[in-house]
C-alpha cells in the first residue's frame, strides 16, 4: 500500500527522513562557507547588508580582467579579521555562513539591469533567513513584495509580517517564523 501524502502532496515526515543517508565520515569538517548574490550598487547593498542586518565586510577581492568585485561578509568581529594578506584570504574561507555579494562592474549605471528575485516566475531563488531581535523604530517604507501568496485567504505572508512587526515589535525572528508556520499550515 502507498504511503500517505500529506495535504500539500509533498514527502510524509518518514518518507523524507527515508531518501537520507547517515552523513559520510569523510564529510565531518565540511561546512556551509558562502551563499553569492549578484548585486547591482556595492554602495547601496553594503550599506544596507552591515547597517542594517549588522554584518562586517570580510574581504573585497577585485578581478580587473573579468570586471567584477566580490565582498565576502558575515557575522565576525572586525578585529578578528587577520592583516596579512595571505592569511586573511585562508581565514575567509574558513569561516561558516559567509555571504558572498557579486558586482558586475557597470550595473550600477545601468537604468536596464536587474536581477530576478524568483518571487515572481520564473520561480527559483525564495529568501535567506536571519535569526535576530527585530527592533523598529521610526518608520520604515517597505517594498511590497508578496512572499507567498496563500491559496486559502489570499493574503499576503508580507502583509502579515508588517501588521505583526508593528504589533509585537521586540519578538525574535525564529518566533515569528514559527507563527508563520503554523498560519499556513
Known amino acids: ?16 527522513l527515508s531518501c537520507c543517508s547517515d552523513p ?15 548585486i ?15 554584518m562586517t565586510l570580510l574581504q573585497k577581492l577585485d578581478f580587473p580582467t573579468m570586471k567584477f568585485s566580490l565582498y565576502f561578509l558575515a557575522y565576525e568581529d ?19 555562513a559567509t555571504l558572498e ?12 539591469q536587474s536581477y530576478h528575485s524568483g518571487n515572481s516566475d ?3 531563488f525564495g529568501m535567506f533567513a536571519y535569526l535576530c531581535v527585530i527592533h523598529f523604530y521610526g518608520f520604515v517604507i517597505l517594498h511590497w513584495v508578496p512572499i507567498y501568496d496563500c491559496k ?5 505572508i508580507f502583509r502579515f509580517l508588517l501588521v505583526w512587526l508593528f504589533l509585537f515589535p521586540h519578538v525574535s525572528c ?12
Not at 500500500?1 to 518518507?15: F, R, V
Not at 547591482?40 to 549588522?54: A, M
Not at 555579494?101 to 536596464?112: A, P, Q, R, S, V
Not at 486559502?152 to 499576503?156: A, D, F, G, N, P
Open 101 to 112: 555579494l557579486t558586482h558586475n562592474w557597470g550595473t550600477e549605471d545601468d537604468e536596464t
Open 122 to 124: 520564473p520561480r527559483g
Open 40 to 54: 547591482k550598487d556595492p554602495k547601496k547593498s553594503l550599506d544596507f547588508y552591515t547597517r542594517i542586518l549588522g
Open 1 to 16: 500500500m502507498a504511503e500517505p501524502q500529506p495535504a500539500s502532496g509533498g514527502l510524509t515526515d518518514e518518507a523524507a
Open 152 to 156: 486559502q485567504s489570499k493574503t499576503l
Open 24 to 38: 559520510d565520515p569523510s564529510t565531518k569538517d565540511f561546512l556551509l562557507q558562502q551563499t553569492m548574490l549578484r
Open 78 to 96: 572586525k578585529n578578528d579579521i587577520p592583516k596579512d594578506k595571505d592569511e586573511k584570504v585562508a581565514w575567509v574561507f574558513s569561516r561558516k
Open 174 to 185: 525564529v518566533q515569528l517564523l514559527v507563527n508563520l508556520y503554523t498560519l499556513w499550515n
